[in-house]
């Protein structure tokens, strides 16, 4: 094997560890917020809570917030859709950051969760999901 061929099956490796854990820990909150599944609030609580937020149309943003985390997730674990599943959960994530923990960084309530959930989705945008993808397989 070439060296630039296992160079790019561990990037490859990389990226789908990176999207296939992030996928599933937004996933895991998105379900929650949608569904009140996993001890979660459900849609109706959430909207409620953006409300509190002062968003524009808090009801269209929890809808949009809470199915960017679980559908978008599920596309990016598979690899289906390119780069572009990840784009919305790095907004939804950002958005969390400066509206819901704005005034602490770590610990209970802090932003660095969501921030790194941002960065890395963000990031997922800028690289792609790599080479180990459904997508791949029906090209």
Do not use: Q
Not at 105 to 119: D, I, K, N, Q, R
């Amino acid at each position: 094997m070439a060296e630039g061929s296992n160079k790019a099956g561990l990037t490859d490796t990389g990226l789908l560890l990176i999207r296939c854990v992030c996928a599933v820990v937004l996933a895991y909150h998105g379900a929650g917020k949608l569904f009140g599944w996993f001890g979660g609030s459900g849609f109706e609580a959430f909207a409620s809570y953006v409300g509190t937020l002062d968003l524009p149309e808090p009801r269209i943003m929890a809808y949009a917030a809470a199915v960017s985390e679980f559908f978008c997730s599920i596309l990016l674990f598979l690899g289906l859709g390119g780069r572009w599943p990840a784009l919305p959960m790095a907004a939804t994530m950002i958005i969390a950051v400066v509206k819901v923990h704005p005034d602490k960084f770590a610990g209970a309530s802090g932003m660095e969760f969501p921030l790194t959930l941002g960065v890395v989705c963000l990031g997922l945008t800028f690289t792609g999901p790599g080479n180990y993808t459904l997508m791949r397989l029906f090209k």
